[in-house]
């Protein structure tokens, strides 16, 4: 899996738009926090049970994505969640998978919030918000 920063993620985007660019948060971040234009949310984990399933979310990607040979990028709050997802695509058969390194909101600051240190969204990247 490749890790590539929020810009990098950008770049990649614009210079590979057949790239599958998923979103892996649960759909109510995705829809109020905000996310980038053009993502598509497939949930690694959803509410209530917040438990993820590898093999239903690799599914849902191949379902989307149409073959596992396709480009994925994936998204999450902060980076940690897509390392998971990533690998269980990997594991799945997915041949070029990439993740946004820190996320949409990046890691916490010394007062616990984010996207004051880095991200998506700190980077000044486009997104849009419900």
């Known amino acids: 899996m490749k890790n590539l920063l929020p810009q990098e993620a950008w770049d990649l985007l614009q210079r ?5 660019f ?3 948060r649960m759909e109510i971040e995705s829809l109020y926090v905000g996310r ?3 993502v598509e949310n497939v949930p690694w984990y959803e509410y209530p049970d917040l438990t993820p399933n590898p093999q239903a979310f690799a599914a849902a990607v191949l379902r989307e994505a149409g073959t596992p040979t396709r480009p994925v990028l994936l998204i ?3 980076g940690k969640r897509t390392v998971d997802a ?3 695509l990997e594991a799945a058969g997915f041949t070029d998978v990439a993740h946004v390194v820190h996320g949409f909101e990046g890691d916490l600051d010394d007062r616990f919030q984010r996207s004051t240190l880095n991200g998506w969204r700190h980077d000044g990247l486009p997104w849009e918000q419900m």
């Open 16 to 20: 590979q738009p057949d790239t599958l």
């Open 76 to 78: 999450c709050r902060s």
């Open 36 to 38: 980038p234009p053009g």
């Open 86 to 88: 990533g690998l269980a």
């Open 22 to 24: 998923v979103d892996v």
